[in-house]
């Protein structure tokens, strides 16, 4: 089994930063792959970043591009999505999703079988 917690959301005015964590517990020696998804009210879940656990390779929706990175610290068991730039349309609940076999696809969420609950981030204009 595997505990994923997020925290670091918050409130603040566009052009700010956020790094949110999500932090791993239980049978993490399981886990292949890291994502970050968000849904945002009447809109769909959507894919954010997300990489390998190795950090080999990593992967960004093209709506992020060039202002979130997604990072880990090993020795910790944590993923961090570092949000710069943010614009009001990143408003969302963010998730940290896990995944613990071996897939190809890292853009949809039913590729991953552990979530967290969730962190609120929004961005005032």
């Known amino acids: 089994q595997v505990q994923l917690v997020e925290s670091g959301g918050g409130l603040v005015q566009a052009g700010g930063s956020l790094r949110l964590s999500c932090a791993a517990s239980?049978?993490?020696?399981?886990?292949?792959?890291m994502g970050w998804f968000r849904h945002a009210s009447g809109k769909e879940r959507e894919f954010v970043a997300a990489?390998?656990?190795?950090?080999?390779?990593?992967y960004y929706a093209d709506s992020v591009k060039g202002r979130f990175t997604i990072s880990r610290d090993n020795a910790k068991n944590t993923v961090y999505l570092q949000m710069n730039n943010l614009k009001p349309e990143d408003t969302a609940v963010y998730y940290c999703?896990?995944?613990?076999?071996?897939?190809?696809?890292?853009?949809?969420?039913?590729?991953?079988?552990?979530w967290g609950q969730g962190t609120q981030v929004t961005v005032s204009s």
């Open positions: 990489m390998s656990w190795s950090g080999a390779t990593t």
């Open positions: 239980g049978r993490t020696f399981r886990i292949y792959a």
């Open positions: 999703a896990g995944r613990t076999y071996y897939s190809s696809s890292y853009y949809y969420s039913g590729s991953y079988d552990y």
